[in-house]
């Protein structure tokens, strides 16, 4: 059942965490379900102030005019809404070259065969290597806060976008 | 009644202190930016149409003791209505738009907006932006930004001439150097 509620949240935890020690402020995000259930966790952050936005693009821009301003964020997206933002990273992430760290709940991969989803699914990693965003996938509750680092140090040092794509499991 | 670009932007120019941030959206402004007598920090945008406001407001949230000033065009408004929204939710103080309306997109050639009257005041005003106002005169523009510092988010229409003979310069930036030189002055 892929809209199960974890029954444990350190994955969600795990997140807060990595993403506090990195210094990161700002999280403007889109909700979907499991983004729902991470947020109720990024709330309860005294250092992390999320910003709920109408629309992905949004969410991107508002990462992009903190980090040229010297601010860490990260942008929280389901996968459809990063479908939505082709334009957003080729002009204004791709081209002036800014660090900006996606966090994309991934739906309609294996680990998430619902059927509505699953088109979604098909078309995010090939169209990540299309517009030319690095990316990996979660790899679960003990792991994903090193994964947030290193991602944030990639998208500093290469002043490129990164997207780091979990899954419900990954909260639990 | 409306009024040309440039006597809104030398309106601002003349206002404007080094401790603002600008951000001008793709087109006409973005073109006029670099050529501005302007000491404050600015960012023009060569593409992602819509993207101004969100920008700015990145920056609001980041640099609360800086006033940061949004140059978006009708057009472009409308590409990202939600915006608004969020301007309204957020409440960034420090967040001034100025909303350039001339019925067209200007950047593409001078084709015409979708044609039917949206007030865009009201729909700012809707979404609980705090100061929603329509301009009538470049000698407005300077009380108004003073007004809407730390009392924002302020968005104000400048009802704008359109003119497809204007001599708006060519962008003179390239990204690279655009945002070195905004973030030095940033810091």
């Not at chain 2, 400048?158 to 002055?185: K, V």
Request: glycine share 6%; net charge neutral; aromatic share 6%.
């Amino acid at each position: 059942m892929a809209d199960a509620r974890p029954t444990t949240r350190h994955g969600a935890r795990a997140i807060v965490q990595a993403f506090e020690s990195a210094g990161v402020t700002l999280v403007p995000s889109v909700p979907d379900t499991w983004i729902g259930w991470l947020m109720e966790d990024m709330r309860r952050s005294t250092k992390l102030r999320v910003i709920d936005v109408t629309r992905e693009e949004e969410a991107i821009a508002i990462a992009c005019g903190a980090a040229l301003c010297g601010t860490r964020a990260a942008v929280v997206i389901q996968n459809a809404g990063l479908l939505n933002s082709g334009a957003i990273v080729g002009s204004l992430v791709h081209l002036y070259r800014i660090p900006c760290l996606l966090l994309v709940s991934y739906r309609g991969d294996e680990r998430d065969p619902t059927y509505y989803h699953v088109p979604k699914g098909r078309a995010t990693e090939p169209t990540l290597d299309a517009w030319s965003i690095r990316y990996a996938k979660a790899e679960g509750a003990a792991r994903i806060g090193e994964q947030i680092q290193r991602a944030i140090v990639w998208t500093e040092e290469a002043r490129a976008p990164f997207a780091l794509l979990f899954s419900a499991e990954d909260l639990a | 009644m409306t009024v040309p670009r440039k006597a809104w932007l030398d309106a601002l120019a003349a206002t404007l202190d080094a401790q603002a941030l600008v951000v001008a959206g793709l087109g006409a402004n973005a073109r006029y930016l670099p050529h501005l007598p302007i000491k404050a920090a600015h960012f023009a945008m060569c593409d992602a149409m819509g993207a101004a406001i969100p920008l700015a407001l990145g920056m609001a949230l980041a640099r609360p003791d800086r006033q940061v000033i949004s140059l978006e065009g009708d057009g472009s408004l409308l590409m990202n209505l939600g915006t608004l929204a969020t301007l309204g939710a957020t409440g960034a103080r420090n967040l001034t738009i100025l909303l350039f309306d001339n019925r067209h997109y200007e950047s593409s050639g001078g084709q015409e907006l979708p044609r039917v009257e949206v007030d865009l005041v009201a729909i700012a005003r809707a979404a609980r932006v705090p100061i929603a106002e329509r301009l009538a005169a470049a000698a407005a523009l300077a009380p108004a930004v003073a007004g809407a510092r730390n009392a924002g988010p302020a968005f104000y229409l400048l009802p704008t001439l359109f003119d497809p003979h204007e001599p708006i310069p060519p962008y003179s930036e390239r990204p690279d150097e655009i945002r070195l030189n905004f973030a030095r002055r940033v810091a």
